[in-house]
């Protein structure tokens, strides 16, 4: 059974604080995603990742970052959580190429107070 | 850019109706590739379909269809005899052959009452 797994489902942090939020998939993809989940915005496309220490770019990248260190593993970081970015955070994998899908993890709910 | 539109926000039906989904893209490419996805109460998005370009072949599967018609740019989803277990945000995505991201629409709020 495929699996992307986000380390954390609820999560609270105090403006400020450097917040990390790890996504591990076993699928061997190479592909990975952070998508932010807004009522009314759909998903919107932080950064992604289509190898080890590549990453690109989304729709919103501002105030985050990205690591990807190893292929499985690819982490998102708030520098300086503020309370604007209190949202549900998606990871998602796909192994690349032609006609692929990607694979959500469950989804990690922050709220920054 | 790649963009996907969902006009719908939120639909309401009662059990048994059929609805229709509509999800309209915009992309400069020739080759790409459009994607429904399922968002249950849980969470977890759930793939449903995928449908490349090239490809203009409705399809369906049991009570679910898709309407793909490039000369519009839509990629409608129907549900016919909707059921309770239907309710859920389904979004539409696009990813295009030169790309490796792929943009997702604003998704569409699904109720279907008993």
């Known amino acids: 059974d495929v699996k992307v797994t986000q380390s954390s489902r609820y999560l609270v942090k105090r403006t400020g604080e450097k917040v990390f939020l790890e996504c591990v998939q076993d699928?061997?993809?190479?592909?990975m995603f952070w998508y932010r989940q807004d009522p009314g915005l759909g998903l919107r496309l932080i950064y992604f990742?289509?190898?080890?220490?590549?990453?690109e770019k989304g729709d919103i990248p501002e105030g985050y970052s990205v690591s990807r260190e190893k292929k499985e593993r690819f982490s998102l970081i708030l520098e300086s959580a503020s309370t604007n970015q209190t949202s549900m955070y998606l990871c998602?994998?796909?192994?690349?190429?032609?006609?692929?899908?990607?694979?959500f993890g469950q989804g990690t709910r922050l709220t920054v107070v | 850019a790649q963009k996907v539109t969902q006009a719908q926000t939120e639909i309401s039906v009662v059990e048994k109706e059929d609805v229709t989904l509509d999800c309209v893209y915009e992309?400069?490419?020739?080759?790409?590739?459009l994607f429904w996805y399922k968002q249950p109460p849980s969470g977890e998005l759930v793939f449903l379909i995928r449908?490349?370009?090239?490809?203009?072949q409705n399809e369906i599967s049991g009570r679910y269809s898709w309407n793909f018609q490039k000369s519009t740019s839509s990629f409608n989803f129907t549900i016919t005899a909707s059921q309770v277990v239907d309710s859920a945000v389904y979004f539409c995505?696009?990813?295009?052959?030169?790309?490796?991201?792929?943009?997702f629409g604003a998704g569409t709020r699904l109720t279907v009452k008993p």
């Open positions: 990742s289509y190898d080890v220490k590549m990453k």
């Open positions: 995505a696009l990813s295009e052959s030169n790309n490796n991201d792929m943009r």
């Open positions: 992309t400069r490419d020739t080759t790409y590739y």
């Open positions: 699928m061997d993809h190479e592909n």
């Open positions: 998602a994998s796909s192994s690349g190429g032609l006609n692929t899908e990607a694979f």
């Open positions: 449908r490349n370009s090239f490809d203009e």
